[in-house]
């Protein structure tokens, strides 16, 4: 870790402990007393309960200059995923949120929408694999600046996409016990660019987003991508050739289940 951060090491099972009261600054006492105390744990802490040690992490102040990265290492299933997300996905202005599954049992929904939410990085590690290289990798991710507010305009005459969250309304039907109730109205709009607010994108990291076009983009069209990095505004204008076109309809598939993902979350 670098030298001017803090850092702490939150146990969770059925319950949850931390190795210190608050997070300390990293120096040769606190890492040594981290790595005593680490070579006593053993996996004694029941079932995966991860959403109050979340809780108790997020609602922790952020140290004034200081970024917070949460690293989530599990090796088991939850059975509310979706409020963890979404409590990711609340705190994610002040919090970015890197994810490692450990093994077979590791909930993939909940490893990958965490990570989503909290607009890191997601890997897993199988049985017997070494765990060390993609903690560093995570741990790079987390130290290096990103490529953020990521736009996409798909033609010369479109505009820019990709800076705002999906508006999402379901009508409910009325049922006897939500007579009288207001309803719940909205449209889902398939022309939606999805996802509909771009994660940021990590060094070594690929970027894939959707769009279902009114018509085709004939060759000669391009397709523009703007970000902010730390030396400025970075542009990319990519040429419509022959090469563009795929027939089939795996990428209307694709965009349909991603479409579908990030309504559900």
């Avoid at 969770?12 to 040769?28: I, M």
């Avoid at 108790?56 to 290492?73: D, H, P, S, T, Y």
């Avoid at 970075?234 to 694709?254: A, M, P």
Wanted: charged share 25%; glycine share 8%; net charge positive.
């Amino acid at each position: 870790l670098p030298v001017s951060s803090y850092f702490n090491v939150i146990l969770f099972g059925s319950s949850h402990k931390s190795l210190f009261p608050k997070s300390r600054n990293y120096d040769d006492n606190s890492f040594q007393e981290a790595k005593t105390s680490i070579q006593g744990i053993s996996a004694n802490m029941g079932g995966t309960e991860i959403l109050s040690p979340l809780k108790f992490i997020l609602k922790q102040e952020v140290k004034a200059g200081l970024a917070r990265q949460v690293f989530v290492l599990t090796d088991g299933q939850v059975s509310n995923s979706s409020a963890c997300i979404s409590l990711v996905k609340k705190h994610a202005a002040t919090n970015r949120v890197f994810t490692l599954g450990v093994g077979s049992a590791a909930d993939r929904h909940l490893v990958k929408g965490l990570a989503r939410a909290g607009q890191g990085t997601a890997m897993f590690t199988s049985q017997g694999e070494q765990s060390s290289p993609k903690i560093m990798e995570q741990l790079k991710n987390a130290l290096q600046p990103c490529i953020a507010d990521i736009e996409v305009k798909w033609g010369k005459s479109g505009k820019f996409e990709g800076s705002r969250e999906l508006e999402v309304e379901v009508e409910t039907k009325k049922t006897l016990f939500g007579f009288g109730k207001a309803k719940n109205t909205t449209k889902i709009s398939m022309k939606n660019m999805v996802p509909s607010k771009v994660p940021p994108i990590y060094d070594g990291n690929r970027l894939i987003v959707y769009k279902k076009l009114e018509k085709n983009l004939e060759m000669g069209e391009e397709i523009k991508i703007k970000a902010k990095t730390t030396e400025g505004i970075l542009e990319h204008t990519f040429k419509v050739t022959n090469d563009s076109f795929i027939e089939g309809r795996n990428l209307h598939q694709l965009f349909a289940r991603k479409l579908i993902q990030e309504i559900e979350e």
